[in-house]
């Protein structure tokens, strides 16, 4: 069993996300969940999930019982370690470093050295609401997403998606290393830059000249490749199931007039024609389009409604074929 240190305030979503990892993920307090599995490569990738330890035990969160998992635990490592304990999002008051004293001393009598700065082993204690989970630390994901800050890029729009969502995004649409992704109003390319960089191969399209030649623009600083055409996103000029899976931020209500098309008729025709070329997609807008989804013959099986300011909720909408 494994457990899991969740990034950000939306619990469900950020352990659906980790399902691109892991195998039987479940939220066991606020900000942790625990997994049967975990692919360590795909969960260094992870956007919400920041570290993933081999779960030594689960207790109340308490450090006399959190040093009890420690003393009754079959350890079977050497070398030197050092104890890490976080109170997650300041739940229990528990001071980490009694915690971290208590739990290095119960390692301490089992015959190991402490190395605080360069340890062979680190043991994470995360004490949240109504439970406890201690745990080797397995997989550090890799949230370098200030890199890649939309301003930051040589090409930039205002609107534009930020990094991390845009990777949480592209692993739930199923983006993996061979795997073909398509965003059929890529815009700037935030999406198109986060698949690419797990190992995706990307494909773009847009209807502005201006947004593709951006897009490549900023695909070749960060990635190095990928395809991106202009085009209209109701007529991809594709095979049908050329693309393994699909992400889009649809145009917002004050973007109403969209080329030929009123934003109706242009999401509705870019569900249709995306269902006909990918089995998967994650769609994001500033309003539910569950009824569309369902007209173009999509399988909605989730929306999340995230918050991004006072006047702006995204509904992230997880579409099956």
Known sequence: ????????????????????????????????????????????????????????????????????????????????????????????DISTTDAERELGSALVDRGFGVDLDDPDHELRVYFSEDACLVGWTAVEAVRDFADRKPTDRPFFQ??????????????????????RILDPMCGTGGVLLEAGLVGADVVGVDAQAKMVGGARENLRHYVGSGDVVRGDATALPFRDDSMDGAVFDAPYGRQSKIARHSLSDLVGGALAEVRRVAPECVMVADRSWTEEAEDAGWEVERVFERRVHRSLVRYVHLLHR
């Open 1 to 92: 069993m494994y457990g899991l240190e969740l990034a950000g305030e939306e619990d469900a979503f950020a352990a659906r996300e980790a399902e691109a990892a892991a195998t039987g993920v479940t939220v066991v307090a606020p900000g942790l969940a625990t997994a049967r599995g975990v692919e360590p490569e795909r969960a260094r990738r992870l956007a919400y999930t920041r570290r993933v330890v081999e779960l030594v035990g689960r207790c109340d969160p308490d450090i006399d019982a959190a040093r009890a998992v420690v003393a009754a635990a079959n350890v079977d490592r050497e070398g030197t370690v050092a104890v890490r304990a976080r109170d997650v999002r300041g739940l229990t």
């Open 158 to 179: 205002p609107g534009s998606m930020a990094p991390v969502d845009a990777r949480a995004f592209v692993n739930m649409a199923g983006a993996e290393p061979g795997a």
